[in-house]
């Protein structure tokens, strides 16, 4: 059917309504293209530029400073110092071997160092930065500068390192630092990012390990705009990171230096303890090393020289070596016995030389033994027998209770590596260990403080002090952490009758006052100065009965390792005790000979501030002692100079 012209007329009207909307909604599309277009290239145009030029805006982790370690009077112990390094990033190295080769002709890098940056550049991420080398000179920095268009991917930087100023002083207490290995990652459920840097230093023992996280502080970032042949052209944009916290420790460096020093080179440790808050004035263990050689790269022979040696320099033997005490429990079993009723002060008992129990015989250190003893004698010339007499009439589950409230036996909460619980044994602990039953001769054996029972130098030095205090003093490593001050842990009383503290003390000043006292020879001549202390000579080795027959050797007769162990624990002055010490010589023989001038000249330090006075000393030792002090390498003071009269406690 033919269509109208008015019908004609409509259709056109609606088909142009149409093509005007169509083209409308065409027109507003290409406007906002058109914008977006126009921002992008105006207004982005840098950003993207940068983006174009294979993505040569980098963002780099700033690692934070580490945080300082001081003593107690603010001297530094852990310290960081500036050094250069060279690094290199594999995404913007292309190749990577060219670029090592290009640069061991500008840097003295041997074939290993390659071959270890090379393994090391394929297991990281290749964004990550790897270190080239280290601890350079600023001539070598500048030449890698210099040649950086030909070195794409390496970088010089500007890093912290670890510095140690004390050295040995401090080793066993600070630690030392070290690069993150693949069992320090193994260890850490969500390490942080900085971890994965290489070399990147954790703390790997004492304070510096325990106290990791608060030391480390958290990491920075920098963007930097970086060219087509990897040359940094500027930096974008830096968030600085948060410098870990500095800490304060109780220990004053002075008299560790003069206790470390007092030590010498003998295989030996000894521990100084404030009998008021419980504070570690010093804690040395010896020989020792320099932590340095292990934060910079220590060579293989100076690590077998470490490791190579009866002496164990590695090990702190204050808190990580364990020993039978000696003597020096005997004050745990007088208080056992005293507290249990089971003793009187004046009551004797007959030291013929030897307790007899069935077949067997209990000797005394004496071989004609002590005669008639009461407490105070049995203290003051260490009598053996007695203490077998009173272990066998108390028992060994009171003795082991007394022990443990003195501080035996417990594993002190400290930011040390490995702190030894020792051992404080009883029947329950040999059975579930030993799978035997508790016999008598084992309780003789720990009424002297043999068989079974182990204790640290640290334990030996917090029983002391609670013996001085008469209450159940914590140790304290750390004063401040960041602003955060760490205050003493309370001590409550340790629930033993004074009348019998007094007693064990009376009988300690005997130790050191008294002719027959055991160690007289170390006594000293000051009133205000008064130590009361205790000796201790532990067994390493069994003797024979035909040995006893013939004459027990003489320690320098047997080989160094076969030697006993030399124990002395003393707190000073005696009237108001305000330090507590405790020093324990391997294989040095007798606790009087070996142990107890050690622990004397220690706490005449501790108490005087500075140099031993001579006047403390009985007058016939005072030249040949001036003699041995002044032979000390002493660092900060000598001959009472640098706070003399200045109490360290």
Not at 159 to 176: K, N
Not at 309 to 327: D, E, F, I, M, W
Not at 471 to 490: D, F, K, N
């Amino acid at each position: 059917m033919k269509r109208t012209p008015r019908d004609q007329a409509e259709s056109e009207r609606r088909i142009t309504r149409r093509g005007l909307i169509l083209a409308g909604a065409q027109l507003g599309v290409v406007g906002i293209l058109v914008a977006r277009m126009r921002h992008l290239q105006l207004e982005q145009s840098s950003e993207f530029r940068l983006l174009a030029e294979e993505n040569r805006i980098n963002v780099r982790l700033l690692p934070p400073p580490r945080g300082r370690i001081f003593d107690r009077n603010g001297e530094v112990l852990a310290d960081n110092e500036q050094l250069y390094r060279i690094v290199i990033v594999r995404e913007d190295a292309g190749d990577v071997d060219e670029v090592l080769a290009r640069l061991a002709r500008l840097l003295p890098l041997e074939t290993e160092d390659i071959e270890r940056v090379r393994a090391e550049i394929y297991r990281r991420s290749p964004f990550v930065p790897v270190t080239v080398a280290e601890r350079l000179h600023w001539e070598d920095v500048a030449e890698v500068a210099v040649n950086t268009p030909a070195l794409p991917g390496v970088n010089p930087e500007v890093g912290l390192s670890r510095v140690y100023p004390l050295g040995e002083d401090f080793a066993h207490v600070v630690g030392y630092v070290g690069p993150v290995s693949d069992y320090d990652l193994s260890r850490i459920e969500n390490p942080d990012p900085l971890l994965q840097i290489p070399r990147y230093q954790i703390g790997k023992t004492g304070v510096e390990a325990k106290l990791e996280d608060a030391l480390r502080g958290r990491a920075g970032t920098r963007r930097i705009e970086v060219n087509a042949v990897g040359r940094v052209m500027r930096e974008l944009d830096r968030q600085p990171g948060q410098p870990g916290a500095d800490v304060e420790l109780t220990i004053d460096a002075g008299l560790q230096n003069f206790v470390q020093a007092r030590l010498g080179r003998e295989s030996a440790s000894a521990v100084v303890l404030d009998t008021e808050t419980g504070d570690i004035l010093a804690l040395a263990s010896s020989p020792s090393f320099d932590p340095n050689k292990f934060v910079r790269g220590i060579s293989v022979a100076d690590y077998r020289a470490l490791t190579d040696t009866p002496l164990r320099p590695l090990a702190n033997k204050a808190v990580q070596g364990t020993y039978p005490p000696g003597s020096t429990f005997k004050m745990v079993v007088a208080l056992a016995a005293l507290e249990e009723g089971v003793i009187k002060p004046e009551e004797t008992v007959w030291c013929p030389g030897y307790k007899e129990l069935g077949r067997r015989r209990f000797h005394c250190w004496k071989r004609g033994g002590h005669g008639h003893v009461n407490l105070i004698d049995s203290l003051e010339q260490s009598c053996d027998v007695y203490y077998y007499e009173v272990a066998e009439k108390v028992g060994i589950e009171k003795i082991a209770a007394m022990a443990r409230r003195l501080g035996l036996g417990a594993q002190f909460n400290l930011p040390l590596s490995a702190v030894a619980r020792g051992l404080t044994p009883d029947k329950d602990w040999k059975r579930r260990n030993r799978g035997a039953d508790w016999l008598i001769g084992d309780t003789l054996n720990a009424g002297i403080g043999q068989g079974y029972v182990l204790a640290s130098p640290l334990q030996l030095a917090v029983m002391t002090a609670r013996l001085a205090s008469g209450r159940a003093l914590e140790p304290r490593l750390v004063r401040r952490l960041g602003e955060a001050e760490q205050p003493p842990a309370p001590a409550r009383d340790l629930g033993i009758d004074p009348g019998h503290l007094r007693l064990v003390r009376r009988g300690m000043l005997a130790v050191t006052n008294n002719r027959r006292g055991t160690a007289w020879s170390s006594r000293v001549e000051l009133a205000e100065m008064k130590i009361a202390g205790k000796t201790g000579t532990s067994q390493v080795r069994n003797i024979s009965a035909a040995e006893r027959e013939s004459g027990v050797l003489d320690n320098d007769e047997v080989p160094w390792e076969q030697r006993d162990h030399a124990l002395f624990v003393a707190f000073a002055p005696y009237d108001a005790p305000r330090l507590a010490c405790s020093v324990v010589v391997e294989h040095g023989g007798g606790g009087s000979t070996a142990a107890a001038p050690i622990a004397r000249d220690i706490m005449l330090a501790a108490l005087s501030g500075g140099m031993p006075p001579l006047e403390a000393y009985p007058a016939a030792q005072r030249r040949e002692i001036g003699d041995r002090l002044r032979a000390l390498n002493l660092r900060q003071y000598r001959n009472g100079e640098d706070g003399r009269g200045r109490s360290r406690a």
